[in-house]
């Protein structure tokens, strides 16, 4: 598992304020949009602008240490990724649950098409989403 370091390496300039949306991005866990990740850092006292952290989790779906989505409302979603492997997700529409899932059909058809249409460096998004079972049941924290 890369850490925090392997991170700041290859997103350029290593700053206190990127080290510390780094930090809190994997502390997370889960998905986050960057204005909830920016409230998260000021209830910490992290002193970083809301700029820099779009800049940051940018640079880290760049250099493929970060998986995104979008949510129901279009926002983008960020989630550290920590191995280097493109990774799908099941999102749960009502509390933001997130599962890997296996994608090996999905990257097979990719490679596939993009070899039949003579297309180099293809990039690909695939999002699901449904409500989990805690959800379906009625109970909405993930949780618990």
Do not use: K
């Not at 350029?12 to 304020?17: E, S």
């Not at 960057?34 to 992290?46: D, F």
């Not at 949510?71 to 599962?99: K, V, W």
């Amino acid at each position: 598992m890369a850490g925090q370091a392997d991170d700041l390496a290859l997103i350029g300039r290593r700053t206190t304020q990127r080290a510390g949306v780094v930090r809190a991005l994997i502390d997370h866990g889960g998905f986050v949009g960057a204005r909830a990740l920016h409230g998260i850092l000021e209830a910490q006292g992290v002193r970083v602008g809301l700029n820099t952290v779009y800049r940051t989790l940018a640079a880290l779906v760049d250099a493929g240490r970060a998986d995104v989505v979008r949510d129901r409302g279009g926002e983008r979603l960020f989630r550290h990724r920590p191995f280097p492997e493109h990774q799908h997700y099941l999102l749960c529409r009502a509390c933001g649950l997130s599962t890997p899932v296996d994608s090996e059909a999905v990257e097979t058809w990719a490679e596939r098409v993009a070899e039949a249409s003579g297309f180099a460096e293809v990039e690909h998004t695939v999002e699901l989403t449904g409500l989990c079972p805690r959800c379906r049941s009625g109970r909405s924290s993930p949780s618990s």
